[in-house]
């Protein structure tokens, strides 16, 4: 089973730009589908994108155009680039895998059978 790291997250103006990134330990990482959540204080996690082992992508509603997800197999790193933030993305952000997972099952179909998940990193945007 994976171990997941998020990081990147901080402080930003409105309109900026982070990457974030989530590093995993583990074996056979290019076997996960992975994906990216965020939550607000008292709600649900939601999906923001994912992507299968072999790099098919899957973007929740509303998500696609300022959110990118991509994957580096050599260093096991999943990454999300956000751009033109504003405060409405102020959020944690998490990442998570699953087994074999295609990108639609991590982002919608299978979300509760997600087993591994990171300790999550502060996004803050400021107005």
């Known amino acids: 089973q994976l171990r997941l790291v998020e990081s990147g997250g901080g402080l930003i103006e409105t309109g900026g730009s982070l990457r974030l990134a989530c590093t995993a330990s583990?074996?056979?990482?290019?076997?996960?589908?992975m994906g990216w959540f965020r939550q607000y204080p008292g709600k649900q996690r939601e999906a923001i994108a994912c992507?299968?082992?072999?790099?098919?992508?899957y973007y929740a509603s509303g998500m696609r155009g300022r959110f990118s997800v991509s994957r580096d197999n050599t260093n096991d790193i999943l990454y999300l680039q956000m751009n033109n933030l504003s405060p409405a993305d102020t959020a944690m952000y998490y990442c998570?895998?699953?087994?074999?997972?295609?990108?639609?099952?991590?982002?919608?179909?299978?979300?509760?059978?997600?087993?591994?998940w990171g300790q999550g990193t502060q996004v803050t945007v400021s107005s």
């Open positions: 992507i299968s082992w072999n790099s098919r992508l």
């Open positions: 583990g074996e056979n990482f290019d076997y996960y589908g």
């Open positions: 998570a895998a699953g087994f074999r997972f295609h990108e639609h099952e991590v982002c919608r179909d299978r979300t509760a059978d997600l087993d591994t």
